[in-house]
């Protein structure tokens, strides 16, 4: 029942989907709760509530329980959002393993296991999945759908299904990978932007600024792929006319930072004078963050049914 917990009761009773909220301790699914109510009463307000039901009746399909045989009885899926520690989430599933019967979806929250080191030597990993959100899943629809290797494909299938059904965009791997696709991008955006910093090219937040208002802005409609399609005439021409270039700038690239030491103090000072590392100020950007988010997410509805 933390962020991410919170996030997905709420993107499900959104869906129409009756939800119990489980944890180990009954004054954090209280404050859970409490926190839902909250946040869906402001949606409604401004507008952004997602869904065809009212808060009042979205809140009423949300219920809190501290006991696990109790919560999952009559689930069709599961989505276990404990924190990201290989043997907690090891232990969850082999509870539910002994809980669940053949036709329950048993789901991982997980932003980095590999499905093989989670669910290995379950009696129900067929029935087993990585539905990987993106921080805050209310506000930002994908989904990364990853199997074990031996994850039966209408496992596969339901839970895409159900992503779709309930108003995310779920992307299915193939196989598993270190760091799933989003972080991998992440992670190669953040390496360079490391790099670039450290090696004094430009400041913290100019470099932030590269992003918002450069490649952020149209990545927030079209992915890498389909911008150099668009950059060119098509994809072959982009390659015909850049590829060199290309080559050239990636062959400059250094080697994966150690993200420590001198760097780490320049960027932290950098971001703490622009938003200082105290509870009130990182909530409160946070929540313009998810503001943001919302009327983009609008924005983009909109855009689509036109």
Not at 170 to 176: T, Y
């Amino acid at each position: 029942s933390g962020l991410i917990g919170r996030s997905w009761a709420m993107v499900f009773a959104a869906g129409g989907f009756k939800v119990k909220l489980y944890d180990i301790a009954q004054q954090q699914l209280t404050s859970a709760l409490e926190n839902i109510r909250k946040q869906m009463k402001e949606l409604e307000e401004s507008g952004f509530l997602k869904g065809a039901l009212s808060a009042e009746q979205q809140l009423a399909l949300i219920s809190i329980c501290t006991d696990l045989k109790a919560a999952v009885e009559g689930a069709t899926f599961i989505q276990e959002c404990t924190p990201e520690n290989l043997e907690l989430k090891k232990k969850i599933f082999s509870q539910l393993d002994l809980l669940v019967g053949d036709n329950v979806i048993l789901s991982s929250s997980t932003s980095c296991l590999l499905p093989s080191k989670l669910f290995t030597g379950l009696k129900h990993v067929k029935q087993c999945i990585v539905s990987h959100p993106v921080n805050p899943p209310y506000f930002v629809p994908l989904v990364e759908i990853v199997p074990h290797p031996e994850t039966d494909p209408s496992t596969t299938e339901r839970t895409y299904a159900l992503m779709k059904k309930i108003g995310q965009s779920p992307v299915k791997l193939n196989r598993e990978i270190e760091g799933f696709v989003l972080n991998r991008l992440q992670y190669a955006v953040i390496s360079e932007a490391w790099r670039l910093v450290g090696e004094g090219v430009v400041s913290p937040t100019d470099l932030d600024l590269v992003m918002s208002d450069g490649l952020g802005m149209r990545y927030a409609f079209i992915g890498p792929l389909e911008t150099m399609h668009l950059n060119a005439e098509g994809i072959s021409n982009y390659c015909e006319r850049y590829r060199d270039g290309m080559r050239r700038v990636l062959n400059t690239f250094g080697p994966v930072p150690e993200f420590s030491g001198e760097i780490e103090q320049k960027i932290n000072q950098a971001m703490s004078e622009k938003i200082p590392v105290v509870p009130k100020v990182l909530d409160a950007r946070r929540k313009w963050r998810d503001e943001c988010l919302t009327g983009l997410s609008k924005l983009k509805k909109q855009m689509k049914s036109d």
